[in-house]
């Protein structure tokens, strides 16, 4: 019904920056809290930042400062900008919605399938 495509990932150097993008797509009737997570090796996954619709945010205390998530409405799109990258940055990172659903006006959360970030010299 509702996909997320993330794209951006890849391997950085430290100090580096990189910007993740997450479309949504389907049968979307709105969006509501859009997000980002991460998974490093052999830990739990962690929230990164989430933005609400009316474009209000909140980050985890690892990315404040360094990383800015967005997002574009008319896109049904999230992005993450990243900058001063740290190797222990590494993860996988993954998008999250609440999306309603327009045929049903059910409230799903979605995820991604996940992009590798790798910050490593």
């Known amino acids: 019904q509702v996909q997320l495509v993330e794209s951006g990932g890849g391997l950085v150097q430290p100090g580096g920056s990189l910007r993740l993008s997450c479309a949504a797509s389907g049968d979307i009737f709105k969006i509501f809290l859009m997000g980002w997570y991460r998974q490093a090796p052999g830990k739990q996954r962690e929230l990164v930042a989430h933005?609400?619709?009316?474009?209000?945010?909140n980050y985890a205390d690892s990315a404040e400062g360094r990383f800015t998530i967005s997002r574009d409405n008319d896109k049904n799109t999230v992005y993450l900008q990243m900058n001063s990258l740290k190797p222990e940055d590494t993860a996988v990172y993954y998008c999250?919605?609440?999306?309603?659903?327009?045929?049903?006006?059910?409230?799903?959360?979605?995820w991604g399938q996940g992009t590798l970030i790798t910050v490593s010299s």
């Open positions: 933005i609400l619709r009316d474009g209000s945010t």
């Open positions: 999250d919605a609440q999306v309603m659903v327009k045929t049903s006006f059910y409230q799903l959360e979605v």
